[in-house]
């Protein structure tokens, strides 16, 4: 599991991760959802040692994410930041292929060129191997990052706003294919994601945040009550249920 003991984290003296305790389950999918500003992509790279935090602990599996050498680290847990800079123009063969080095230190085997291979397919860009990601769609290059996270081929995945640029299609596509990485690998996935309703049909375990702290964590059918998304959002959300999940009806 993915421990978490009153963590802080502030910015200019103001608290954006305010003591924030709980446990992510091992396996499954857990979604952090919260308005604008709650601390969820904070708390994100908190747990995957992106930034350094004030006060608090987080262990991943029994490792101590401060204290645990990054490349033991890397083996474990995978983060896909939620803004991704590469000045290098790399092709996505190229970038896919990052995510082994924890596994090959910069010198690939076959049996690395097989996890890029397969992420690069998973994410249907096997056709785009040799493209520029200069070249790419906004879309595009977001499955590509993804990809390079899939081929790390870690037990815990850590995606910061996964969804970004993707249209309908793809975000579904992409949700389909977190789910059956929890299903189908075993993987513990953690999202960050501002759609209520993905969070509720493909999530086992939602945390919702707001203003830094963690104010309500449970399944979707918690989750999803108006009572309980009014809180988060401050907002009036109509729940609907259809084909068995819960849909917040927030557009009128």
Do not use: W
């Amino acid at each position: 599991m993915i421990r978490i003991e009153n963590l802080v984290k502030s910015y200019s003296g103001t608290r954006v991760v305010d003591s924030v305790t709980t446990d992510i389950p091992a396996g499954g999918v857990t979604s952090i959802i919260g308005p604008n500003g709650a601390g969820k992509s904070t708390l994100l790279s908190l747990i995957s040692r992106l930034s350094p935090m004030d006060a608090g602990s987080v262990s991943i599996a029994g490792l101590d994410v401060s204290t645990t050498p990054s490349k033991d680290l890397a083996r474990s847990m995978a983060i896909l930041r939620q803004e991704n800079h590469i000045t290098m123009r790399l092709r996505v063969r190229d970038l896919v292929g990052f995510g082994r080095f924890p596994h090959s230190g910069g010198h690939p085997t076959a049996v690395d060129r097989v996890h890029i291979d397969s992420a690069m397919a998973q994410l249907d860009l096997t056709e785009l191997a040799d493209r520029f990601l200069d070249e790419l769609s906004g879309g595009q290059r977001q499955r590509a990052y993804i990809a390079m996270v899939l081929a790390q081929d870690t037990d815990y995945l850590l995606l910061d706003e996964p969804l970004n640029n993707l249209d309908m299609k793809h975000s579904v596509e992409m949700m389909r294919m977190i789910r059956r990485l929890a299903d189908e690998l075993g993987k513990t996935v953690v999202i960050v994601i501002h759609d209520i309703n993905f969070a509720s049909c493909y999530s086992d375990t939602i945390l919702a945040m707001r203003n830094g702290v963690l104010v309500h964590q449970g399944t979707p059918a918690q989750i999803m009550q108006g009572e309980v998304l009014r809180d988060v959002y401050d907002i009036d959300i109509r729940i609907e249920e259809i084909d068995g999940n819960r849909i917040g009806v927030y557009f009128a």
